[in-house]
């Protein structure tokens, strides 16, 4: 089960955050700084997996962001990993080459994309066009 998703630039600066389980606002702090270090810290050649107190971080690296993902220890880390690489292939259709500055300026966008992609910290959806529907729906009523 995922219990948080977190996308970091490069300076450690979180542009999005998302929690499936509760934690204090307080303790998301923390826990977010010590995240961060500890991805940032690591070199390109060290596995992308680690082991971190009750749970495990998965991230992946692209270009001046890092999405961390954190899930128990029953999670498969390959999946999520994967799962990584798809919501970023789903941001990319959906902003045609997705930057930093499109995720902050259209974070409502991005959050409904996660949304439809994650439910209660588990994985329902995969599949990009299902997971775009709803967006280009709302592009289109807005649009009129």
Do not use: W
């Not at 977190?6 to 509760?22: A, C, D, P």
């Not at 899930?71 to 959906?94: K, W």
């Amino acid at each position: 089960m995922i219990k948080f998703f977190l996308m970091v630039n490069k300076q450690g600066q979180t542009r999005l955050s998302k929690y499936y389980e509760h934690v204090e606002i307080n303790k998301r702090t923390l826990l977010e700084t010590e995240v961060i270090k500890s991805c940032l810290s690591r070199s390109n050649e060290q596995c992308s997996f680690i082991e971190y107190k009750d749970f495990k971080l998965i991230y992946r690296q692209y270009a001046a962001l890092f999405i961390v993902v954190g899930v128990n220890d029953t999670e498969n880390e390959m999946a999520i990993y994967e799962f990584i690489h798809n919501f970023v292939e789903v941001l990319d259709e959906y902003f045609s080459r997705v930057s930093e500055l499109d995720i902050m300026f259209n974070l409502d966008k991005v959050h409904i994309i996660l949304d439809e992609m994650v439910l209660n910290g588990c994985i329902v959806e995969t599949n990009r066009a299902r997971i775009l529907a709803p967006l280009l729906i709302l592009d289109k009523m807005s649009e009129s």
